[in-house]
């Protein structure tokens, strides 16, 4: 093969390689603009730092994956098979196609809160199918829209940049635009390695927001916050929790509540729930199917009765605390009370927990939440949630028991400040980021959207997709769990040092 510089095949192949760089700076501008949808899944920087790396980073990254596909697919092409028209159109098709895995992630990560893998891409096809099916006719209409501008835009690019690749060689800024990438390249990864060795989580928080970023693990995170001790780990020894029983402390001067509104009884099922149960047809209820709650029950009580993750289920029961919110005799418990150090009354609360093995009698114009038993044995699982209260009529997505009792004080009994200050929930339906933590049986709980990752004791962990339950095979979002860690260890008196 001649491959002189005057031969017809070398020059054609440097034409081809100088039309695919032009070709390429079309693309990073075109991924540039669908990146934001990664930045816009998420809550956005508290700190000018935060925001720079936020730049820097979508800058850099992006154009970096866009550069390595094209060396990867077309630029190994214009090597073997030099000839423009079909490498053109090859380009083009192969474009198309990873802007659409590109819009692909991005979507599953807005909706779900991970990335496409390998490993789970069958169950997320799974998942895709039974969302295309449902998808109604003008939807289907912008998706087919969509991928014919994807392809046209390819087309007309790649076109163009070789029809004027000599005008295009004229130009410097292409220069000065590789200068800018490169230098936000090597400051993006400055600026991490410093978040990173002073814990700056404004900038380590986005670690896992673009695809193919920074890979993690699980281990030095837990020794950092004293969840963890790695000499011991070494021996496959337990968590260190002597924080979490001796320094449960609350904020002093807690705002006061004068509970106005109108009773409302809990009644916790410890038997399953037939689903055939005229309940179920009655209007005024809605159903909530993803309610996530430990399979311990006195976990799962103390998250419903005190609004806290069972992390400090130990120190509480110690001490026989009662719920800070439980003023002027605001609770009542009847059947049988999980923590029988509590007053029980029948009458009188504003808050009534009920536990029974069926569905008493409904009265009418009183307001109920019903929990349904689970019989999984894992550590957490999901169940389901009835209630003629309209405040979680319009909730989708994962809810704990914690948050029940924050949604009824903030919206409910409008006490809001006071359940902020005492509690650790979401209030349900004003979450713009759907995210929560809990702990049960030495294991720590945490969601994101749809994606729940267990960290055990011993620094493992596995993440699961909440709706289809298949394993999520990628690397451990560690920003996410330093913010789970911080929020679960609050009211431990030692948050602020982590």
């Given amino acids: 093969m001649n491959l002189t510089p005057h031969s017809p095949f070398s020059s054609k192949a440097s034409q081809l390689l100088s039309w695919g760089h032009w070709f390429t700076f079309a693309n990073i501008g075109l991924v540039l603009i669908i990146a934001l949808t990664y930045l816009a899944a998420?809550?956005?920087?508290n700190s000018i730092a935060g925001w720079a790396y936020m730049l820097v980073t979508w800058l850099s990254h992006t154009s970096f994956i866009t550069f390595c596909a094209f060396v990867l697919t077309v630029f190994p092409l214009s090597l073997v098979f030099p000839y423009?028209?079909?490498?053109?159109?090859?380009?083009?098709i192969i474009a198309t196609?990873?802007?659409?895995?590109?819009?692909?992630?991005?979507?599953?990560?807005?909706?779900?809160?991970?990335?496409?893998?390998?490993?789970?891409?069958?169950?997320?096809?799974?998942?895709?199918?039974?969302?295309?099916n449902g998808l109604s006719v003008a939807t289907a209409v912008f998706i087919l829209l969509l991928v014919a501008a994807i392809l046209t835009f390819e087309l007309v690019v790649g076109n163009h940049a070789w029809r004027h690749l000599?005008?295009?060689?004229?130009?410097?800024?292409?220069?000065?635009?590789?200068?800018?990438?490169?230098?936000?390249?090597?400051?993006?990864?400055?600026?991490?390695?410093?978040?990173?060795?002073?814990?700056?989580?404004?900038?380590?928080?986005?670690?896992?927001?673009?695809?193919l970023s920074y890979p993690t693990t699980a281990k030095t995170l837990l020794a950092r916050h004293e969840l963890?001790?790695?000499?011991?780990?070494?021996?496959?020894?337990?968590?260190?929790?002597?924080?979490?029983?001796?320094?449960?402390?609350l904020p002093a001067n807690l705002p006061q509540c004068e509970f106005n509104a109108d009773p409302v009884e809990i009644i916790v099922l410890?038997?399953?729930?037939?689903?055939?149960?005229?309940?179920?047809?009655?209007?005024?209820?809605?159903?909530?199917?993803?309610?996530?709650?430990?399979?311990?029950?006195?976990d799962q009580y103390f998250n419903l009765v005190y609004g806290l993750p069972a992390y400090y289920r130990t120190t509480v029961t110690e001490r026989r605390l009662t719920p800070v919110w439980n003023?002027?005799?605001?609770?009542?418990?009847?059947?049988?009370?999980?923590?029988?150090?509590?007053?029980?009354?029948?009458?009188?609360?504003?808050?009534?927990?009920?536990?029974?093995?069926?569905?008493?009698?409904?009265?009418?114009?009183?307001?109920?939440?019903?929990?349904?038993?689970?019989?999984?044995?894992?550590?957490?699982?999901?169940t389901k949630l009835h209630t003629n209260l309209p405040y979680f009529s319009k909730h989708t997505g994962l809810m704990q028991g914690n948050d029940i009792m924050m949604t009824l004080l903030d919206k409910h009994f409008k006490c809001g400040d006071l359940a902020k200050q005492t509690m650790l929930g979401n209030v349900v339906g004003s979450e713009s980021v759907n995210q929560g933590v809990n702990y049960s049986q030495g294991v720590l709980i945490a969601y994101k959207k749809d994606r729940i990752i267990l960290v055990n004791h011993d620094g493992s962990h596995?993440?699961?997709?909440?709706?289809?339950?298949?394993?999520?095979?990628?690397?451990?979002?560690?920003?996410?769990?330093?913010?789970?860690?911080?929020?679960?260890?609050?009211?431990?008196?030692?948050?602020?040092?982590?």
């Avoid at 399953?272 to 709650?293: C, F, H, M």
Wanted: glycine share 4%.
């Fill in 84 to 92: 423009p028209r079909h490498i053109r159109g090859m380009a083009a």
């Fill in 228 to 249: 963890l001790d790695l000499n011991e780990y070494q021996q496959a020894r337990t968590v260190r929790l002597e924080n979490a029983t001796s320094n449960y402390q």
């Fill in 97 to 132: 196609v990873g802007i659409l895995t590109l819009c692909l992630d991005a979507f599953v990560y807005y909706q779900q809160g991970y990335h496409i893998s390998l490993q789970s891409l069958p169950e997320i096809a799974s998942l895709l199918v039974g969302m295309i």
């Fill in 270 to 298: 410890t038997q399953s729930l037939d689903s055939n149960t005229e309940l179920l047809s009655k209007e005024a209820w809605s159903t909530q199917t993803q309610l996530l709650v430990p399979t311990n029950p006195l």
């Fill in 42 to 45: 998420d809550s956005a920087p």
């Fill in 462 to 498: 596995k993440q699961i997709s909440a709706k289809e339950g298949f394993h999520i095979d990628q690397k451990l979002d560690t920003p996410f769990l330093v913010q789970s860690i911080k929020r679960l260890k609050q009211f431990t008196g030692k948050a602020s040092n982590l």
């Fill in 327 to 382: 003023t002027a005799n605001t609770l009542s418990l009847t059947g049988a009370v999980p923590f029988d150090y509590l007053k029980t009354s029948i009458d009188g609360g504003k808050v009534a927990f009920a536990f029974r093995d069926e569905v008493p009698d409904i009265q009418k114009g009183k307001s109920y939440i019903i929990i349904e038993k689970s019989n999984e044995k894992s550590i957490v699982t999901q």
């Fill in 166 to 211: 000599d005008k295009l060689k004229s130009y410097r800024f292409p220069k000065y635009a590789t200068g800018v990438l490169v230098s936000c390249f090597a400051i993006s990864h400055l600026m991490h390695v410093w978040a990173d060795a002073n814990n700056y989580f404004d900038i380590t928080k986005q670690d896992n927001v673009l695809p």
